[in-house]
């Protein structure tokens, strides 16, 4: 397993942590305007307002964003000042990498980790130019040894571990900024992602681009949600193969991007408001409708799994079994904090329609 998420709990173990906020400029000579703060939970925001951006920053420019100072701190807001757009970045994920891609800015990437996930094939060529620093996650030395002047992705990735990139303070003091994407902190939603269009596009000077696909964005989860609507709520829950092909259930109830994003789907978290273990009893007894599978790279064979899931005799009472509903979906797509979700939740609705 992926070496961060082997030390919490089986398969979709991710951190997500705080509040989710978005930035505004310090300087009130700045004619940019950041990001409106979002509450948590602000859930399904899929309107048609435009992003509020004007067409050009002017540096310098200050973005609210986080400060964490170590594994499992809880981050704190904290402002990031650039006095110029970056020219060297490292992002700690594969899907921070793609959303900078997006935004036309493969040329500022110095290096790119944890590979861990199919790729975005729209992005796939301006992906091989960015150095692989590392397929699985990046130690601080790999990360400052890229020579970044900006360390940007997951929150729980800053940390002084050999998985961790080094906490945000740190590498602050070493000059080189850092951007944790909102959408990987907890009270994530939907929202969160426009936020981290929007601040980048901001930083980067690449404003009228970050709004034109946010909106492309928002039409997109608007449509996923149309596609549903007639089709009731179904519950849900995340599983893996604990080992042997044995089913193991994860609450997922901090990872709450993804949830929303579920939501969209008509799917609700059985074990949403859940802490600590789950057993194979209390699945069987709660009877989720839909069971997520999610696959990395590396992994068990998705098939395998689904293999001895459905064989297994213990769970034919379960809904998901008898309907032969666990669907797989990739952990890039769902755990990369950034737009491929809506790639892997178009994927998954057009199973789940054709399986009512």
Known sequence: MIKYLKR???LL???????IMAGCAANTQNSNTAASPEPAGNSNNTGTEKAATSSKTVYPLTIENFSITGEGATP???????????????????GAAELLI????TDKMVGVAALYGGGDPAVAEEFKKIP???KEYASKELVVGAGPDLVMGRSDLYA???WGVGTTTGLNELGIKTFVQNTSVKGATVQSLYTDIEQLGQIFDVQEKAAAYIEELKARAQALKDSTAASG????????DGGKGAIAIYSGNIDTFAGDVLSLLGLKNSFGDVTGEISKEQLIATNPDV???SHYTGGTDPEQSLKSFYADSSLQSLNAIKNKAIYVIDFNQFWGYSYSILDGAEKLVSELVAKP
């Open 233 to 240: 709520e179904r519950t849900f829950a995340y599983i893996s």
């Open 76 to 94: 704190t807001a904290h402002p990031q000042t650039f006095d110029k757009a970056p020219e060297k970045v490292v992002a700690n994920t594969q």
């Open 132 to 134: 692989v620093i590392s």
């Open 160 to 162: 002084d571990a050999d």
């Open 291 to 293: 069971l997520l599978l």
């Open 13 to 19: 173990a991710v951190l997500l942590m705080a509040v």
């Open 102 to 105: 997006k935004l036309g800015l």
């Open 8 to 10: 919490s709990m089986p």
